[in-house]
């Protein structure tokens, strides 16, 4: 695509300038990005699937150090002859005065009796500007769920601004350069689980997110990064007062539904009394059952009629999504249907899925993950950022199946995404 305007042309020419991968950059990635396959036969003998060197050991360990080349290799018993794999590789830099985020896909293959075979190519630049102003310059891909269908032959050119050119990677190389207005941030070349891109562009463009990452208070940044700052102006003056207080946030979401449940009984939030609690979850939890308590004392008419409109409003705004159900064999997640399905799943886990009006909040989808139909975890996805927000358990603890709960639903995002656009 050509450049349609000034800034375009500005980012076009500067793409030219940089440089080329260095061998360093590139072997580091290479070392870091995949995990290195030693291959055992029964006998013993372990090859390294990167030099081919075999040898025999002694000791039956998971992972071991190849004699010949140094490589910490990750031992497989399989019959498995070939591996292969792929990922992303960032690179943090510096150009013209723009931030360059710059990603590099790097495939690899390793075969039995052979040398490892890598292939890299540069496929994307995400180019921020000072005032966070931002373009994406990249390969032509064509877009599917299954593969990255890069194509490598095209040329990097301006591309328009998608989700398919979200491109989220852990591996990032360690040297950063970054442009001076980034630097008096205070970032320090730690992403805390943030992508890249989003923090950027956050710190450049939100005061309050570059306070936030000063004061140390991480977990805030994090959770209003994914979330979207716009959020935060309810929260910020008790947020400055836990920042004045020495006040760490640990879990930035029971925080802010402990705010809101403080709100809600009239409680002082600039009020360090309130907003520092030494135990957060106690005390978020003695609120919950509190407004829990007044909930149930309301009069039953009002009740019933206060129901109704919210069973109207949430059928206004989420039918699309009834009906939506997915499972990988022992976990089922599906879409909470009713405000009682909603006000039931909190009762049962313990949680202010319903006492938060969460049902209510236009951008959230509620969804139950359960075992034989019983509820395991209670799931909020984002409808604005396609991502999962939070996932419950009983009195909002973690249960052994939330990371299976985070995948299942993550890979099952194009299924919401279809319905969102129906």
């Not at 495939?107 to 931002?134: H, L, M």
């Not at 040329?155 to 040297?175: A, S, W």
């Not at 990064?225 to 836990?242: A, D, E, L, Q, R």
Request: net charge positive; charged share 25%.
């Amino acid at each position: 695509m050509k450049p349609k305007s000034k800034f375009q042309e500005q980012i076009f020419e500067a793409s030219k300038t940089l440089p080329p991968i260095t061998a360093k950059q590139l072997q580091w990635a290479y070392a870091n990005c995949f995990e290195h396959i030693g291959l055992r036969t029964v006998k013993g003998v372990v090859t390294c699937l990167e030099c081919s060197h075999s040898w025999k050991e002694s000791v039956k360990e998971k992972h071991c150090i190849c004699p010949d080349c140094k490589t910490k290799l990750a031992i497989s018993d399989s019959r498995k002859k070939v591996f292969r794999d792929y990922q992303y590789f960032c690179i943090v830099s510096a150009c013209n005065g723009f931030q360059v985020l710059r990603f590099f896909y790097l495939k690899y293959c390793a075969r039995a009796g052979n040398r490892a075979e890598y292939f890299s190519s540069e496929v994307e630049q995400q180019w921020i500007a000072p005032d966070g102003k931002t373009a994406i310059v990249a390969k032509l891909k064509i877009y599917s769920f299954y593969v990255d269908t890069w194509q490598f032959e095209s040329n990097l050119e301006i591309r328009r601004q998608n989700e398919y050119h979200d491109i989220i990677t852990k591996f990032v190389y360690p040297h950063q350069r970054l442009i001076p207005e980034l630097k008096r941030t205070g970032f320090s070349g730690n992403f805390h689980n943030i992508v890249p891109y989003n923090l950027f562009c956050t710190l450049l463009l939100e005061s309050r997110a570059e306070t936030l990452l000063k004061a140390g208070e991480t977990e805030l940044l994090k959770y209003f990064v994914n979330k979207g700052f716009t959020f935060i102006g309810v929260y910020w003056s008790s947020i400055k007062i836990c920042i004045r207080n020495g006040y760490k946030i640990d879990d930035a979401s029971i925080w802010c539904d402990y705010i809101d449940l403080l709100v809600f009984f009239g409680k002082d939030v600039r009020n360090a009394k309130y907003v520092c609690p030494a135990d957060l979850k106690a005390e978020h939890d003695r609120y919950v059952r509190k407004k829990n308590e007044w909930q149930k004392r309301q009069d039953r008419e009002q009740a019933i009629e206060k129901a109704l409109k919210d069973e109207k409003t949430f059928n206004s705004m989420k039918t699309r999504f009834f009906g939506l159900c997915f499972s990988d064999g022992q976990l089922q997640v599906r879409t909470l249907e009713s405000v009682a399905e909603i006000m039931k799943e909190g009762d049962t886990m313990r949680h202010c899925v319903f006492a938060n009006d969460y049902h209510l909040k236009a951008d959230s989808l509620i969804l139950s993950a359960r075992i034989d139909n019983k509820p395991v975890e209670t799931v909020e996805v984002s409808l604005s950022q396609l991502k999962v927000l939070q996932s419950r358990g009983i009195r909002n603890t973690n249960t052994e199946y939330h990371d299976r709960i985070i995948n299942l639903v993550g890979k099952n995002i194009p299924q919401i995404k279809k319905r969102l656009r129906a």
